[in-house]
């Protein structure tokens, strides 16, 4: 019996400090101040300093393989090499293997949490520049996200 009579208190007061933030927040707007920033994932406070990703040490020097669909509705070869990761800035090469579009492309970016968003340069076989984002998958041993090519189009990768 104390169980319900503690859970009914504890619902009653839960609604009711949902129901006075509700009220507050009309007049703190009107007063000059802000609403709560939820453009922003619910785990990373507005304000908070978020970690340098802790798998940096294991990327570095890793070769990364896989393959993309190209524009010619062949598939792609290419390698990610991370050749300097301080926790934050990222540093390595891509390789394509396209017969139009091939080569070393220089690769700069950053990597926090398990998320390494990345910016692979042309060369002189292929200008533009490739968009790459992606996630960290068990504990490093490989990667999977999204690749946007120097021509526009998006495509799902993974790399082992």
Same mark, same amino acid.
């Given at each position: ?13 839960? %609604? ?10 009309? %007049? ?6 802000? $609403? ?14 978020? $970690?340098?990703?802790?798998? %940096? ?61 990345? *910016? $692979? ?28 090519? %120097? ?8 790399? *082992?």
């Amino acid at each position: 019996m104390k169980f319900f009579v503690s859970l009914i208190v504890s619902v009653f007061w839960l %609604a009711n400090v949902g129901n006075v933030a509700a009220q507050e927040m009309p %007049a703190k707007l009107e007063s000059g101040g802000s $609403a709560p920033d939820v453009s922003v994932s619910p785990s990373i406070k507005k304000d908070e300093v978020v $970690a340098p990703m802790p798998l %940096a040490k294991s990327l570095i020097g890793k070769k990364y393989s896989g393959s993309m669909p190209s524009n010619r509705g062949r598939t792609t070869g290419f390698n990610l090499t991370i050749q300097s990761f301080d926790g934050k800035d990222v540093q390595g090469t891509m390789v394509l293997y396209y017969p139009s579009c091939n080569g070393d492309f220089p690769v700069k970016g950053t990597g926090v949490g398990t998320k390494l968003d990345l *910016r $692979a340069t042309g060369n002189s076989r292929c200008d533009g520049v490739w968009v790459i984002d992606l996630n960290v998958e068990d504990g490093g041993k490989f990667l999977t996200g999204k690749i946007q090519q %120097a021509n526009g189009n998006v495509v799902d990768v993974t790399l *082992r």
